[in-house]
């Protein structure tokens, strides 16, 4: 089997991180319900509040670090297709431009 080419590697790495920013927006909605769930119960002491706070700002914080990732991965996407337009096969630039798409819709969505 021959070795991935660099637009594999390319194309594979903005579907892992358009994944990876779904997986933390899910998580943060879960944290969130999870401290409302706590602050609403009343049975939860101040120190359990705190910890679970910190925890959502935490999961928020990882957001904007992780766009300017996928930013960054999508424009090497590109030089990466415009320099391969040639050399690589059409499935390869298939994916590759619906891993381009898929990565702007993602960054235009929660903006």
């Given at each position: 089997?021959?070795?991935?080419?660099?637009?594999?590697?390319?194309?594979?790495?903005?579907?892992?991180?358009?994944?990876?920013?779904?997986?933390?927006?899910?998580?943060?909605?879960?944290?969130?319900?999870?401290?409302?769930?706590?602050?609403?119960?009343g049975e939860?002491?101040?120190?359990?509040?705190?910890?679970?706070?910190?925890?959502?700002?935490?999961?928020?914080?990882?957001?904007?670090?992780?766009?300017?990732?996928?930013?960054?991965?999508?424009?090497?996407?590109?030089?990466?297709?415009?320099?391969?337009?040639?050399?690589?096969?059409?499935?390869?630039?298939?994916?590759?431009?619906?891993?381009?798409?898929d990565g702007?819709?993602?960054?235009?969505?929660?903006?």
């Amino acid at each position: 089997m021959a070795p991935p080419t660099a637009l594999a590697i390319k194309t594979s790495a903005v579907m892992r991180l358009i994944k990876e920013e779904s997986m933390y927006h899910k998580e943060l909605v879960l944290e969130k319900n999870r401290l409302a769930k706590m602050e609403a119960d009343g049975e939860s002491d101040e120190y359990a509040i705190k910890q679970q706070t910190k925890v959502v700002e935490e999961t928020k914080g990882v957001v904007p670090a992780l766009r300017e990732k996928l930013l960054a991965a999508v424009e090497v996407l590109e030089g990466q297709l415009d320099a391969a337009a040639d050399v690589e096969p059409e499935a390869n630039k298939g994916k590759a431009r619906k891993a381009i798409e898929d990565g702007r819709k993602t960054l235009v969505a929660d903006l």
